[in-house]
């Protein structure tokens, strides 16, 4: 008690504190409920297609509703308290008056926010544990392998035994194995689809915004997780995680697909040989054949490189990247041996308007002297 305070000062002063924050109570109420409305409102994520993003986008509403409150309460409470404990004229040169803490008090308020935060844990945890259940009936298994600055997808192709086999990433095909290797990513709706993932230089992260699903991948390791979609249409693919110089670029699209119409472009890449341009072996210097197509090597890969489609636009072979140059203008008037340097040492010219260190460096190795040349020479015939 401060002196020539006596004890009913200080009980008329506490009634006039609690009488304080009626007002400021009603007015947290009446914020909150404005605030709630707004967060409900506001349209915070894109399209919705797939069976995952509804409990989500109801998890962050759940965030929404919980989280709001707790601000405006918190802070209307430390507007209110520098309000009304403010330094008054005068009392420049005394101290406060002293104070001693209420035990209850800050029992209550730890114990409230730690029984929020774990029943908001448990909710999570049972959102998150709910969508990777897996289903049912089969689903199909599609291998995603980042590199620098793109995107390949493998799909499980037949092989003897008529078995379905996914090429564990990063690895080659092995006898038998005939996985589809595509830089597009094609998906039949209302089916389940498994992704596993991994990356073959460093830390990417697969995230598929319309899905609400993301995950790292880690070089050396297999992450997954699995997504049912549910509507038809195109959908952005992105790396959500700093890789590099071109990581703003690395972007694909998810095609979302009728099931014949997604049988029916399986077989085509089947048809052009899979995961090694016609189905030689995937790999550097490994052997391929002679009968290396250049058009597959550009658009699909060789199962160890990335597709030149996925960051370069060539008209011929129907591809829009834009990370690197547009090829039909850059190689104009170029001889092969340009074309081949820009495969196999790509810093050594870089065009204006483009930064090095973007492109791989290692295509001299991981393609093969049959498979470089038939790259060269598509390209070479192709913007003649």
Known sequence: MAPGEDTGE??????????????????????SVIGVAIGLAIDWFPTAAATQAGPIDTLWDVLVIVSVPVFVGVTATILYMVWRFRMRPGQEMEDGAPIHGNTRLEVIWTIIPALVILGLCVYAYAVLEDIEDAPAAQEMQVGVVGQQFTWTFQYPAGSEGDERKLVECPGKPAEGEKPVTSNQLYLPINESVKFKICSRDVLHSFWIPDFRMKIDAVPGIATDFRVTPNKLGKYEIVCAELCGIGHAYMRQTVHVVPREEFDAWLEKQGDRGGSAGGGQSAGGGSGASAAVDGKTLYTEGNGTSTACGGCHKLADAGTAGGVGPDLDDSLQGKDAAYIREGIVAPDKTVLEGFQGGIMPKNYGEVLSDQEVEALVTYLDETVK
């Open 10 to 31: 200080i009980r008329e002063r506490r009634q006039s504190d609690r009488a304080g924050f009626v007002p400021l109570i009603a007015l947290s109420v009446i914020a």
